[in-house]
């Protein structure tokens, strides 16, 4: 069984003190969920997040939103697997859309990552999604199956643990979803695609989530959605109110 998660992608929001009020805020209601919350906090708020929340609460995960794929070296304002592994975050965000558009990531660089993130023992939520170009010119299955290919090469003890997020493009940050249909639907494309370059059992595993838009009032749509694993959210998931709200209705919906 696929354990629902719902994802907070702050971005670049909030300072280590916000994130400490934050979880205050959050941090009772979502104890006895069975849904997996995470925040995935800028890097500065990763500590004071992980000082208040300890180790104990097993309903609430950390995760960083980028990481190089190198230890260490001459990688001036770069961030590494073992700092991140220091912050003892369990998720890291790689491949966001945002990365890829304006810090030019390509699939190659996307999947050292991966792999290190693998070797470090850190999960990694790879984002795949295809731009409103390419959408219309009816590209959505070429593009993530190119944004996909590094799966047939991971580690494959490792590679059940993968959680990806399909986020199109266009659906990120402007109101507008893609329908639960047609997210349900490129989701099940995604997990053929990992039965034809991994295995049946590997694609019964893998947690697919959808991103774009997600917020309290629309989220039950989308976990109606057998195929449909969770959400990752971005702007919702800055309110303590609303994160906590898509967390109870992921739950009713999917927890167990
Ligand atoms: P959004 O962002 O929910 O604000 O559209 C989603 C994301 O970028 O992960």
């Known amino acids: 069984m696929r354990n629902p998660m719902v994802a907070g992608n702050w971005k670049m929001h909030k300072t280590g003190e916000e994130a400490r009020e934050f979880l205050s805020a959050v941090k009772e209601s979502v104890k006895g969920e069975t849904v997996e919350a995470v925040l995935c906090a ?8 992980r000082e208040a929340l300890g180790r104990s609460h097993a309903s609430i995960k950390l995760g960083a939103q980028n990481m190089h794929w190198e230890e260490k070296g001459a990688y001036t304002g770069e961030i590494s697997p073992l ?14 859309s ?14 050292k990552k991966v792999f290190s993130a693998f070797a470090h023992g850190l999960t990694p939520i790879l984002c795949v999604g295809e731009t409103l170009a390419e959408r219309e010119k009816g590209e959505t299955e070429q593009v993530i199956s190119r944004q996909l290919q590094g799966l047939k090469n991971f580690p494959k003890e490792k590679i059940s643990s993968l959680v990806i997020a399909y ?7 402007t109101g507008k979803t893609a329908s639960a249909e047609e997210a349900a639907r490129v989701i099940g494309w995604i997990r053929r695609q990992i ?19 997600v917020n309290a009032e ?28 898509m967390v109870e209705i992921a739950g009713r919906r999917k927890g167990r």
């Open 98 to 111: 945002e990365r890829r558009a304006y810090f030019h990531e390509t699939d190659a660089e996307i999947e």
């Open 42 to 49: 800028p890097f500065t708020a990763l500590p004071p997040l």
């Open 167 to 173: 986020e199109p493009v266009w659906a990120i940050g």
């Open 218 to 245: 629309n989220i039950d749509q989308f976990m109606a959605e057998e195929e449909i694993d969770g959400a990752l959210v971005g702007g919702a998931s800055l309110k303590p109110e609303s994160f906590v709200k």
């Open 195 to 213: 039965f034809t370059l991994v295995s049946e059992e590997v694609s019964r595993e893998v947690r697919i989530l959808y991103g774009g838009s």
């Open 83 to 96: 700092m991140l592994q220091e912050l003892e975050v369990d998720y890291v965000i790689l491949g966001h």
